[in-house]
């Protein structure tokens, strides 16, 4: 699994990626008249965009999370759960 | 989870997604082309014209079709389906449309053609109407898009009259 901001950064090159075959696909299809050509380019965008955004490189993880070591942890108490607080019944008020 | 499948979920549903934008968009261009085909008729011949025993009449003629749809075609275009149709007013139906010769243009490069045929298709009349009868000859085209939108229009060529008599 990547860590938080890989996982930022494959999204957003995902998205600004296919985004960018999409455009050049169309803009090469127009002009040169193919249909053909139009559905080439994006799939090869959609190919290339696969290889570099899916599977999980190292250069997604560059700012792994850190764990405090558990020696460190352990020199400070768990926090206790909470006792239920007390509810006062309320004794009616003699008049 | 941000796994190796969701990843490869998330990019084929967003790449599905903008591939039928770019269609959309291709179809959306052919709006922008404004086609000026145009089309010739000639009525060679009349082979016969009789009344069959049932009482309609029938025609078969020999016709010169000329036509440039060459215009018609874009780079989001399948093909373009033509027929020819003769088209008159009859007491009892207010248009008769009798289609008579039609054909499929797979490419740009064949658009302009010119074809030497008797009707393809049977030219009958509801009835015995046909004799002096004007009528028109109307070229209608769907162009048939790879994506998106189908469109169709004609070109109405009138002034063609059937003969007084039977032969």
């Given amino acids: ?95 | 989870m941000h796994s190796f499948g969701f990843r490869a979920n998330a990019l084929l549903t967003f790449a599905a997604t903008i591939l039928a934008v770019i269609c959309a968009m291709a179809s959306f261009s052919d709006t922008l082309n404004s086609p000026s085909p145009t089309a010739e008729v000639q009525v060679l011949s009349i082979n016969w014209f009789q009344n069959q025993p049932n009482g309609n009449d029938e025609v078969s003629m020999t016709l010169n079709i000329s036509a440039d749809l060459q215009s018609l075609f874009t780079w989001n275009t399948k093909q373009v389906f033509v027929f020819l149709a003769a088209e008159y007013e009859t007491p009892t139906n207010s248009l008769n449309q009798i289609s008579l010769w039609d054909g499929i243009v797979p490419s740009k490069e064949i658009a302009k053609f010119q074809i030497h045929t008797s009707n393809k298709y049977r030219f009958v009349d509801q009835g015995s109407n046909l004799r002096g009868k004007k009528f028109n000859l109307t070229l209608h085209w769907h162009v048939m898009p790879k994506t998106g939108k189908m469109f169709a229009d004609k070109l109405v060529m009138s002034g063609y009259r059937l003969p007084q008599e039977y032969r």
């Fill in chain 1, 1 to 95: 699994m990547m860590d938080w901001q890989g996982q930022k950064l494959a999204e957003q090159l995902m998205q600004i990626m296919l985004v960018a075959f999409a455009v050049v696909a169309f803009l090469t299809g127009y002009v040169m008249g193919s249909f053909r050509l139009m559905i080439l380019v994006y799939a090869g965008g959609v190919f290339l965009t696969t290889l570099i955004t899916v599977p999980n490189w190292p250069f997604f993880n560059r700012h792994p999370l850190k764990w405090l070591d558990p020696s460190v942890a352990e020199k400070y108490p768990k926090p206790q759960p909470q006792e239920p607080p007390v509810v006062l019944k309320k004794k009616p008020a003699k008049k």
